[in-house]
Nanobody
């Protein structure tokens, strides 16, 4: 399985971006995909995740602003990010695992940079 992220960029505070993560290869029938982010000097954190069953998880810092979704084939994960602020600036990584709780124990993408200017 390989994961390829896209959709990052530079946006002004209050703006929106939509990230995509496309998986290629043989995914387990039951799995989860998630978005992590890591800002310079900070630990990596899970931002949002979604299972094939439709369960979702969000970090408190993004609840109400970010929405995670998957396409009908369950091979593409999206992250709609609204009302962005400078603290959202980070490298965003897609990950795939067997469950939301273990989404970090599988495959990782290369990341896409999100920069929010004030």
């Amino acid at each position: 399985v390989q994961l390829v992220e896209s959709g990052g960029g530079l946006v002004q505070a209050g703006g929106s971006l939509k990230l995509s993560c496309t998986a290629s290869g043989s995914l387990p029938r039951i799995n989860a995909m998630g978005w992590y982010r890591q800002a310079p000097g900070k630990e990596r954190e899970l931002v949002a995740a979604m299972s094939t069953a439709g369960s979702t998880w969000y970090a408190n810092s993004v609840k109400g602003r970010f929405t995670v979704s998957r396409d009908s084939t369950k091979t593409t994960l999206y992250l709609q990010m609204n009302n962005l602020n400078p603290t959202d600036t980070a490298m965003y990584y897609c990950a795939q695992g067997l469950s939301i709780a273990t989404v970090d124990r599988g495959v990782w993408g290369q990341g896409t940079q999100v920069t929010v200017s004030s």
